[in-house]
């Protein structure tokens, strides 16, 4: 199976219940090249907690001036149609984003946490941050970003490249990887 688009996306939250995006990277991919990418911070309705701050180190001054989600949607929406959307732990993102993107229907869903899994079932933990140390993949996009982990820029780029490599591992094991059919890559998770 040929993917033409994917879109690696990683969204940070406020801490509130339902989660509120303060921090979304979005970036393109079209046969396994990087045409484009972007990061927005996001001013929420409600204010960031302190729970969350010192997870990703968003603070609520940082959002101050930003725009609200809505005043984005149309250019995040040119970024995401008719791709595959990857992300670690791929049902977090897709919830939030059927709240934020309800006409949105991605082609299909690729979750590097489920393939992980599949692919290196001996790994002791699945975590992004861990499969990035233990790969030792960080210096591959390292360059391109200007966060760290736990940040949206990091952890989409984190993903995407631990999705490549993974394609490279899986070969190598001989491993069928990312058909649909095995639930790496789904049209519905739900």
């Known amino acids: 199976m040929n993917i033409k688009n994917i879109v690696s996306i990683d969204i940070e939250g406020n801490g509130a219940s339902p989660a509120e995006i303060i921090e979304i990277s979005v970036i393109k991919v079209r046969e396994n090249k990087i045409i484009k990418d972007k990061t927005w911070l996001i001013k929420p309705e409600k204010p960031v907690s302190k729970y969350v701050t010192d997870i990703h180190g968003i603070r609520n001054e940082d959002l101050i001036g930003k725009p609200f989600f809505s005043e984005i949607k149309d250019e995040i929406l040119d970024y995401v149609r008719n791709s595959v959307l990857l992300s670690h732990n791929v049902s977090v993102e897709k ?13 299909g869903f690729i979750d590097t946490l489920t393939a992980s899994k599949k692919i290196l079932p001996n790994t002791k933990s699945f975590s992004l941050t861990n499969l990035v140390k233990e790969l030792e993949i960080e210096n591959l996009f390292i360059n ?45 998770l739900f």
């Open 144 to 188: 391109k970003v200007n966060k760290k982990a736990h940040r949206a820029e990091y952890d989409a780029y984190a993903a995407l490249y631990l999705y490549f490599e993974l394609l490279k591992i899986a070969k190598k094991k001989g491993i069928a990887f990312l058909g649909y059919e095995d639930n790496m890559v789904q049209k519905k």
């Open 95 to 107: 919830n939030i984003l059927n709240r934020y993107l309800p006409e949105w229907e991605p082609l």
